[in-house]
């Protein structure tokens, strides 16, 4: 029996030093001690030995027993103390990269355009979403039943509570809050009632930027956009003005800039016409003036508004409107 013992030893320590994943450590436990393991049945086989050979045979068998559950812990803590990525894993192979998201390119868009106005010394100013009739119209010069009204397709939550259709109510907001000189610019979300389609969404995003001090003229206006422009599309783009009508502004233009894609030679960006249009500018009406107390006499000022979408899409050259609110991340990673 001593012998039988002796020889369990030697197979155990043989066996013990291979046993390098939980596997084989297990299976060494069922080989030696589980119900029907070795040492277990010669230590229930000690009762029907003599007495005398049961003492040294049952001192033996017990040294063996801690032997193997000792062995067996040591091993298994090893396995633990192993950092997991070398246990199965060829660590020689390169490692997966991880997934990384990024910016959606209207936001890099208002960022940029941001930077660009605020190094010209325009401060940010934001306002409400969900707007009062009196900032999104009436102060802005839109007085009941004007026909202007109805280009904005309004979404109307009550009567005289909307969704701003343009961000023009902050321009109002801040004159209200601030003394002139005032040159704020204010991006953000605006909705209108449109049929959506390639070049329309119900929700959308402007930036607007107001300047108004003594002595501010159209030509601060032309001045600053042509600034906008070259620090957008380089150096060589230039800006024209159209007449248009908007009822804040008195003289109001629609603003193109030179096509940067073709220098104007035409092109597809442009329709073959050397211009693109970006947005509405004027000199800021009287009557918006009154309605937030400044003196109409002593102060002039400019504003103007363009969509970051339309600026997005000739930046990353999407032709479709839609295709920013898909999330699709086949367009998205290409701006990242
Ligand atoms: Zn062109």
């Not at 605020?118 to 707007?131: I, K």
């Not at 109002?172 to 209108?192: F, N």
């Not at 295709?323 to 086949?330: M, P, Q, V």
Request: proline share 5%; net charge negative; glycine share 8%.
């Amino acid at each position: 029996m001593l012998e039988r013992i002796r020889a369990l030893r030697e197979a155990f320590d043989a066996a013990l030093p291979a046993a390098t994943d939980a596997e084989a450590i297990e299976a060494l436990r069922v080989r030696f001690l589980a119900r029907k393991g070795e040492v277990t049945g010669i230590l229930r086989g000690l009762g029907q030995l003599a007495a005398e050979e049961r003492k040294e045979v049952g001192k033996a068998a017990n040294e063996l027993r801690q032997r193997v559950q000792s062995g067996i812990d040591q091993a298994l803590e090893q396995l633990k103390a192993q950092p997991a990525d070398e246990r199965h894993v060829d660590i020689t192979l390169p490692g997966r990269r991880p997934w990384r998201g990024g910016l959606h390119p209207l936001r890099q868009t208002e960022l940029r355009l941001i930077e660009i106005f605020q190094t010209m010394g325009f401060d940010l100013a934001y306002g409400p979403d969900v707007e009062l009739d009196d900032y999104n119209f009436k102060a802005l010069n839109f007085p009941d039943d004007h026909p202007a009204r109805d280009l904005h397709d309004t979404f109307y939550i009550e009567k005289d509570v909307l969704l701003r259709t343009h961000t023009s109510p902050v321009q109002v907001r801040t004159m209200e809050r601030l003394k002139p000189p005032v040159r704020v610019i204010t991006p953000g979300r605006v909705y209108r009632c449109e049929t959506i389609d390639a070049s329309h969404a119900a929700v959308f995003h402007q930036l607007e930027g107001l300047y108004v001090d003594e002595r501010v003229s159209m030509a601060d206006l032309k001045g600053t956009l042509a600034a906008f422009a070259r620090s957008l599309f380089g150096a060589r783009v230039g800006v024209r003005f159209r007449p248009d009508f908007f009822p804040f502004t008195e003289p109001s233009v629609e603003f193109a800039f030179s096509c940067a894609f073709c220098g104007g030679k035409g092109c597809r960006v442009c329709k073959n016409s050397g211009w693109i249009e970006i947005g509405g500018a004027g000199m800021v009406d009287p009557e918006v003036f009154r309605a937030v107390d400044y003196d109409p006499e002593r102060f002039t000022g400019f504003a103007f508004g363009l969509g970051i979408e339309r600026i997005a899409m000739l930046l990353y050259e999407i032709p479709d409107i839609r295709f920013f609110f898909e999330n699709d991340l086949r367009l998205l990673e290409a701006t990242w």
